[in-house]
């Protein structure tokens, strides 16, 4: 198995995406410190894998907190080679000229960047101390990349998140340590089904060009992947996980109904 004897932390591990991660590198053979913000949520993620994981409450926007977990993995599994920062909230609606904008900025921040920011120093801090290389994946989004509306915390937040990832590839190299991040598309999980909650669910459904959402067990594949010796060439980078999202204009899906309706509004001359 590809991770075999290694020691991993996840972070927002009781949400979708991370307790998929959680069961994934456990089924490569790793032992895991699942952390939340809950720690009834993150002992129920624990109880499912007979020793292999053990819960940890940390809040990753608070250092003191990011600091404990990383002290926890080795506490518990005697070393430490990986972490997932992969705790992330999204605040839709926030725009620029909202009322609450510069708090709703300030929530989003505190998590999707400060608290990647306090994973890659934890857990930087924790190899340099204990002499050996690792891997840092931090989850970013292909709103990294895209202006998506409604989400302009969000999407700096995680531009911010693909840039820490190559500073820090670049700082830490020396060390041995890989920094690498993944930018999924759109994942089925509870903060993806929040856009049912304001009528986008079903557009993004259809920008969906094999008609599907990803599923979280596909993206915590791709985080395996990357704690594993097998991708030591990738250093830096922001993997795409986003079944092509980002190569193509979304398709367009001809219907008889609306070119009635197209041809009564605009007809020809
Ligand atoms: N779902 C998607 O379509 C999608 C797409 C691209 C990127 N992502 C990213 O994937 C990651 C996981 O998202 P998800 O879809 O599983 O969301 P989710 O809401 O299901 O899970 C997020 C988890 O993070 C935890 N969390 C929030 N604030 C925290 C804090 N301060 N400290 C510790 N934990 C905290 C939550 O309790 C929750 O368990 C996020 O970084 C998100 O931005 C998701």
Redesign the pocket.
């Known amino acids: 198995m590809a991770l075999e004897g290694k020691v991993a932390i996840v ?8 307790a998929e991660m959680v069961r994934v590198l456990v089924g490569q053979g790793a032992k895991v410190v699942a ?4 720690q009834a949520a993150v002992d129920a993620v624990a109880a499912k894998y007979d020793g292999s994981v053990v819960g940890c409450a ?4 608070k250092y003191d907190d990011v600091a404990a977990m990383v002290d926890s993995a080795v506490s518990a599994f005697g070393t430490f080679d990986c972490i997932v920062n ?5 605040i839709l609606g926030a725009m620029l000229l909202g009322d609450d904008f510069l708090s709703q900025w300030e929530k989003v921040t ?3 960047q400060t ?1 990647v920011v306090n994973g890659i120093v934890a857990a930087a801090k924790k190899l340099v101390e204990l002499g050996k290389p690792g891997v840092i994946i931090n ?4 709103y990294g990349s895209l202006a998506a509306p409604m989400t302009w915390p ?1 999407n700096v937040s ?1 531009a911010a998140v693909n840039m820490m990832t190559k500073s820090s590839a670049l700082e830490l190299a020396p060390y041995g340590i890989r920094v690498v991040a993944i ?5 089925d ?4 089904r929040e856009g049912k909650k304001i009528g986008v669910w079903e557009h993004m459904r259809k920008e969906q060009v094999r008609d599907t959402f990803t599923q ?1 067990s596909e993206i915590a594949e791709v985080v395996a992947f990357l704690a594993s010796d097998a991708s030591n060439a990738i250093n830096g980078s922001t993997v795409a996980a986003e079944d092509g999202y980002m190569a193509f204009k979304f398709p367009l899906v001809p219907s008889e109904e609306q070119a009635k309706i197209e041809m009564e509004k605009y007809p020809d001359d």
């Open positions: 972070t927002g591990a009781s949400g979708g995406i991370g952390a939340d913000l809950n940390a809040d990753v926007s992969n705790a992330g909230i999204n505190a998590v999707n608290g989850i970013s989004s292909v969000y995680k930018a999924p598309g759109r994942v999980t509870p903060m993806l979280p």
